[in-house]
């Protein structure tokens, strides 16, 4: 009976076993085996080369390789960073709205934002690239009616990058504002009718209650956020090619220009393997952090 | 939040649980005007005259809607097939995430054998791999098997996922043993358990992640670009789209892009009108249970 269950157990297991492991596992398996290696990504795996550290020592060099590199690293560590600050209070501010019961409308309010993240990345390029345009797109027109000069968004290397985040955060916050209202719901309600009785005012209730009981939340919010940054792509490549002057040239994009585009799969690959460790290094990081504020 | 203050029985304080109401109502007004604009803006934009597009201070609202935008986009891409090629790769995508899903989740929830937590986390570890980190490998494997510039390349590679086996697990884990043991002890397969016993206690679960597997696939970009290598007859409608911006840059193609972007927001957002239940539950399940 129980050999039978075994068996069937590894039949079950088998589809989804395979598959992930011949198109996620066996790849990454070999990202880490080609990052050591001199190979072109036209070629077959077996014509690459050992070339031990040379990659890596390449990515992070002087020449225009490891410059375009280290400022696409840069460049992700800051629209991950600024994504993470607007996204976390953002969803709690717009999950305290469609949580609350004092006015009605959160429900809507959350089906409106939430619609956002059903829209594919490309339409949400188009229409930004639209709403950025620097002479009739209508964010400059109405800053315009507010009497503000209009700014260059997308086309100056000051603002571009953060110009991306918006559009980014724009189409997410709906699914972090669930997330956030999943955690509220969790809150046990007669920790407020307490709080209240002993005097707290609703600042102090939302300082001491709803925030510490929201970091859990905000953990898988923060890690979720992070991973999905790294991964912006269709902006970057449908509008500004990296640009202006490099300053929107994210390692998602990079990547796939160096190792896909222009073929070189040992470098490309050493490229992925960092991203791969500083996801790791910063997610634990974020964990450390989180479980050194459980035990206080 | 909490309850608003009984207690607060004077006059000024309902003035100011009053005022506190009516700043609360402007701030979530202000944040789904925000939120709704940019989609809003989409489809009146799509519906106006290219002269509309371009006049300042801006048309908001077009006067006489036209459809002329739409035609035009039917001349630049090949709406029909882009749309059907999107519809075939979200489909059958789908289908087989849900079959893969549902076994490994069965198998996950009610099966015991040696390993069976290690080989879990190490599936769901795949979940939090950005697709860019296997890109390059994946792109040379994929060509290596002949699946190169096709939709089966597109899809293959994405018939299982960690996500649904975690939410099929998370679900079936709460179906009761009884149930299950009966239908063994009758001699049932376990393939047939699952799919005439378990599947149907858990089909608002199985719901969630098809329409979360459809919506994904649809929108997809960065791997049919990688794979289909130009090949403009299998572009889903999401590539065949990228195409309108470089079609005549500038103000002019303003209502074409829109027209083109209505298209494919079109799908996913009536999918979403309807079943938005589903949605809001399985993102609560698979980060509370978690």
Redesign the interface.
């Given at each position: 009976m129980i050999r039978t269950?075994?068996a069937?157990?590894?039949?079950?297991?088998a589809?989804?076993?395979t598959?992930?492991g011949?198109?996620?596992?066996?790849?990454?398996l070999?990202?880490i085996w080609?990052s050591f290696q001199d190979w072109s990504?036209q070629t077959?795996?077996s014509s690459a080369s050992f070339i031990g550290f040379d990659n890596f020592r390449e990515i992070f060099g002087p020449t225009s390789v490891g410059r375009d590199f280290k400022r696409a690293l840069l460049n992700t560590a800051i629209y991950t960073a600024l994504s993470v600050m607007l996204i976390l209070p953002l969803s709690v501010a717009?999950g305290?709205?469609v949580?609350?019961?004092?006015?009605a409308?959160?429900t809507?309010?959350?089906?409106?934002?939430?619609?956002?993240y059903?829209?594919?990345?490309?339409?949400?390029t188009?229409?930004?690239?639209?709403?950025y345009?620097p002479?009739?797109g209508?964010l400059n027109?109405m800053l315009g009616l507010a009497g503000i000069g209009p700014q260059p968004w997308l086309s100056s290397p000051r603002s571009a990058l953060i110009s991306i985040v918006v559009l980014n955060v724009?189409q997410q916050?709906?699914?972090f504002t669930?997330?956030a209202?999943?955690?509220l719901t969790?809150i046990p309600?007669s920790l407020?009718?307490a709080?209240?009785l002993d005097g707290a005012n609703?600042h102090e209730?939302f300082r001491f209650i709803t925030l510490p009981l929201l970091r859990r939340?905000l953990l898988?919010s923060a890690?979720i956020a992070i991973?999905n940054a790294?991964?912006v792509?269709?902006p970057v490549?449908?509008?500004t090619q990296g640009g202006p002057v490099g300053s929107t040239n994210v390692?998602?994009y990079h990547?796939?220009r160096v190792?896909?585009e222009r073929a070189q799969?040992g470098l490309?690959?050493a490229m992925?393997?960092m991203?791969?460790l500083a996801?790791i290094v910063v997610?634990c990081a974020l964990f450390a952090y989180a479980n050194r504020k459980d035990d206080q | 939040?909490?309850?608003?203050?009984r207690s607060a029985s004077s006059r000024s304080a309902r003035k100011r649980l009053a005022g506190?109401?009516a700043l609360?109502?402007t701030?979530?007004l202000l944040?789904?005007v925000?939120?709704?604009f940019?989609?809003l803006?989409?489809v009146l934009?799509s519906l106006k005259t290219p002269a509309e597009?371009?006049q300042?201070?801006?048309v908001w609202i077009p006067r006489a809607p036209s459809l002329e935008a739409y035609e035009k986009v039917s001349g630049v891409i090949n709406v029909g097939r882009s749309m059907w090629n999107s519809l075939a790769i979200a489909t059958v995508t789908t289908a087989g995430i849900l079959?893969?899903?549902m076994?490994?989740g069965?198998?996950?929830a009610k099966?015991?054998?040696p390993g069976r937590s290690l080989?879990f986390s190490?599936?769901i570890a795949?979940m939090?791999?950005?697709?860019?980190?296997?890109?390059?490998?994946?792109?040379?494997?994929v060509g290596?098997i002949g699946l190169n510039a096709s939709l089966a390349g597109i899809i293959?590679?994405?018939?299982?996922?960690?996500l649904g086996?975690f939410l099929m697990r998370q679900f079936i884990a709460g179906v009761p043993d009884d149930l299950i043991d009966a239908a063994r002890m009758d001699g049932a397969?376990?393939?047939l358990i699952?799919f005439r016993i378990v599947a149907p206690s858990v089909a608002p679960a199985i719901a969630a992640l098809a329409l979360f597997a459809f919506?994904y696939h649809?929108?997809s970009?960065?791997w049919p670009?990688?794979v289909l290598q130009g090949n403009a007859e299998d572009y889903p409608i999401?590539?065949s789209?990228?195409r309108?911006?470089s079609y005549n840059r500038g103000?002019l193609n303003?209502g074409l892009?829109?027209a083109?972007?209505?298209l494919?927001?079109l799908p996913?957002?009536v999918?979403?009108?309807f079943l938005?239940r589903f949605?809001?539950d399985s993102?609560?399940g698979s980060?509370?249970k978690?």
């Open positions: 269950y075994r069937s157990a590894g039949i079950m297991l589809p989804a076993v598959l992930i011949v198109f996620i596992l066996l790849p990454m070999l990202t080609l990504t077959p795996f717009f305290l709205m949580y609350q019961r004092d006015v409308g959160g809507a309010l959350r089906t409106v934002l939430f619609s956002t059903m829209v594919p990345m490309i339409a949400v188009l229409v930004w690239s639209k709403l345009s002479s009739e209508p027109q724009w916050i709906g699914y669930v997330l209202v999943a955690g969790q309600g407020y009718e709080a209240t609703r209730q939340t898988f890690v991973i790294v991964q792509f269709e490549a449908l509008i390692l998602t990547i796939r190792g896909i799969g490309g690959s992925a393997v991203l791969m996801l997610v | 939040m909490s309850a608003p203050g506190r109401r609360l109502a701030l979530m944040v789904a925000a939120s709704a940019p989609l803006w989409m934009s597009t371009m300042v201070p801006p079959v893969t899903s076994m490994a069965y198998a996950f099966h015991h054998f080989l190490v599936l795949t939090f791999l950005p697709p860019i980190v296997t890109l390059i490998p994946l792109y040379r494997l290596s293959v590679p994405n018939l299982a996922n960690a086996i397969s376990e393939l699952l919506v649809w929108n970009y960065l670009l990688t999401v590539i789209l990228s309108l911006l103000a303003t892009v829109m083109g972007a209505t494919a927001v996913p957002l999918l979403f009108v938005q949605f809001v993102i609560v980060a509370v978690g």
